[in-house]
């Protein structure tokens, strides 16, 4: 790949010997792929801007992907997650678990999946319970909806397809 600044372009170039090797031919194929790199540089821009607004969400939010991981967590919920770190990465059902035990994690866990897979947003009626990793009685009133992202990677991360945003009142 290489860019022309003359041009305002960009090319992926593919060379390949061709004939005899004594007469030292070789054909070149420019391909532009201006489009493609702008395409790309606006993805990442969107990815940023997701997280970004994510990040400084004025209440929690935690993201998952279509694989039940965590994805993101918001600055405001970080508190929260604390005795399930590393969250990212980790399968949303063994972080609901830490935090509520097996019950009620795998209760929230399968909230998350219905909306995952019907798409129905879930508003919660006024949820206490005591978790599991500190023995602190919690209420919230939260929300999970699903999300659809756009088909292709967002800047090769992996966060494609359809995610779930969990939110709350803190």
Request: hydrophobic share 40%; aromatic share 8%; glycine share 8%.
């Amino acid at each position: 790949e290489f860019g022309s600044h003359l041009l305002d372009r960009q090319f992926d170039l593919y060379a390949v010997r061709t004939g005899n090797p004594e007469d030292h031919h070789v054909a070149v194929v420019f391909t532009d792929i201006t489009a493609r790199k702008q395409a790309e540089q606006q993805l990442r821009q969107n990815k940023d801007l997701f997280s970004a607004i994510i990040d400084q969400a004025p209440s929690g939010v935690f993201v998952m992907d279509e694989n039940m991981i965590t994805v993101q967590v918001s600055q405001r919920a970080r508190p929260m997650f604390t005795a399930a770190e590393p969250v990212i990465g980790r399968s949303v059902s063994e972080v609901m678990e830490i935090l509520w035990g097996p019950a009620v994690g795998e209760e929230l866990t399968s909230i998350f999946r219905r909306t995952l897979d019907t798409g129905e947003r879930y508003v919660s009626p006024r949820f206490t319970e005591t978790r599991a990793d500190t023995g602190e009685t919690q209420s919230y009133e939260w929300v999970a909806q699903r999300l659809t992202l756009l088909e292709r990677s967002i800047a090769d991360d992996g966060m494609t397809g359809k995610i779930v945003v969990g939110s709350w009142g803190m």
